[in-house]
């Protein structure tokens, strides 16, 4: 014969094993449907705080016309990669665009080189950036 305690305490076991079998069989039930139920949201858009402010030319002597390309009535564009640095001054010079003339390549690179900017700026940090320049070499006034 069960004392009443022990009872109580079987009585207990078994409607915590029922409560337990009930949670797992609607947790089955139950979590597919709530995926379904998944608010999908338009991505974020993300802005820098400091936007850039592009380099811009500060001291920049005209390249001197080489006198065989001139003698040759060589004209043409050169566009040139510099790398500004952060303080302003050129790094690396690389021609992206040959005029076609090596003459006006190499006298056009030769003065970038030498030529100062105002160098980039992310808020109040000035930044290294490249540069496209293009230096045009013209005999005539157009």
Do not use: N
């Not at 609607?26 to 338009?42: C, G, K, W």
């Amino acid at each position: 014969m069960l004392t009443p305690l022990k009872g109580v305490c079987t009585v207990r076991a078994t409607v915590r094993r029922i409560l337990l079998a009930v949670a797992v069989a609607l947790a089955l039930v139950i979590v597919p449907a709530v995926a379904d139920e998944v608010i999908q949201l338009p991505p974020v858009e993300v802005r820098s705080a400091h936007p850039l402010v592009p380099a811009s030319y500060r001291d920049t002597p005209l390249p001197p016309y080489p006198a065989a390309a001139r003698e040759q009535g060589l004209e043409g564009v050169v566009l040139l990669d510099v790398r500004v640095r952060a303080d302003g001054r050129v790094g690396d010079v690389r021609v992206k665009t040959s005029s076609g003339a090596g003459e006006l390549d190499e006298s056009a690179v030769t003065a970038v080189k030498r030529w100062t900017f105002v160098p980039a700026r992310r808020g109040p940090r000035t930044v290294e950036r490249v540069v496209e320049v293009p230096v045009h070499f013209a005999l005539s006034q157009r």
